[in-house]
């Protein structure tokens, strides 16, 4: 099956900017997704972005997409102690209601 | 109640217990979703819903038990769980058949169960 591959942990200092990568292998990937999860809670949709973008943008958060490459990246600027969660890639490939989850990356930040 | 919802938020149960997950969605959507999430194991989808018609079940031991009423509800049915089945289970909900439109099929996921096998 298709695949969505993401390290598993990032530490960062505060203040400091954030990036956190993803890579897939499905080349018809029509949405590409970026959730977060806190400690004890759901997963929660931060952003997405179609696949005919470039690069999203959104208050502190920068989603940069690299289709030839199949890479994905999240940047957090300015990375805040409530940013620590785990950050979850998703994608969905054309026609696919289902999406793939990467495993999460937990982004720990430290003063 | 906005989103979506998971009640209980944590459970303890025996191998022997029956017990139901309850999620309930209030986002007018038209399929709901249940994930099961281990430690250091991937999200794993375990069944989908879509206008109250059962779409997937990923090969899900008969232990687990969905039943989704109607739109707004799904129920995932536990009984004689093994300990191996100790996780966070998530309820997610999307409006599915419009991706046509950019992040029609959006996930928004509830807070999950933390369910216990001893």
């Known amino acids: 099956g298709e695949d969505v591959e993401q390290s598993l942990f990032l530490s960062v200092r505060e203040g400091d900017s954030s990036v956190i990568n993803c890579t897939y292998t499905d080349s018809s990937s029509t949405y590409l997704y970026w959730y977060k999860q806190e400690p004890g809670a759901g997963l929660q949709l931060l952003t997405y972005i179609f696949s005919n973008m470039d690069m999203k943008q959104d208050q502190r958060l920068t989603v940069l997409l690299n289709k030839k490459d199949k890479h994905l990246s999240l940047r957090i600027a300015d990375t805040q102690t409530g940013d620590s969660a785990i950050y979850f890639c998703?994608?969905?490939?054309?026609?696919?209601?289902?999406?793939?989850f990467g495993r999460g990356t937990s982004l720990i930040v430290h003063p | 109640e906005t989103g979506v919802t998971q009640t209980p938020r944590h459970l303890v149960m025996g191998m022997t217990n029956k017990k139901s997950l309850k999620c309930e969605q209030h986002?007018?959507?038209?399929?709901m979703y249940w994930y099961k999430q281990s430690a250091k194991k991937p999200l794993e989808l375990m069944f989908v819903?879509?206008?109250?018609?059962?779409?997937e079940n990923n090969s899900v031991p008969s232990r687990f038990s969905p039943e989704c009423p109607n739109s707004s509800h799904l129920f995932l049915h536990l009984h004689t769980l093994q300990p191996e089945d100790s996780a966070l289970y998530l309820c997610?909900?999307?409006?599915?058949?419009?991706?046509?439109?950019?992040?029609?099929?959006?996930?928004?996921f509830g807070p999950g169960t933390r369910l216990t096998v001893l």
């Open positions: 819903y879509n206008f109250k018609e059962q779409t």
């Open positions: 998703a994608e969905y490939g054309r026609g696919s209601y289902i999406p793939t």
């Open positions: 997610a909900s999307s409006q599915m058949g419009t991706s046509g439109r950019a992040g029609a099929d959006t996930q928004y």
């Open positions: 986002l007018g959507h038209n399929a």
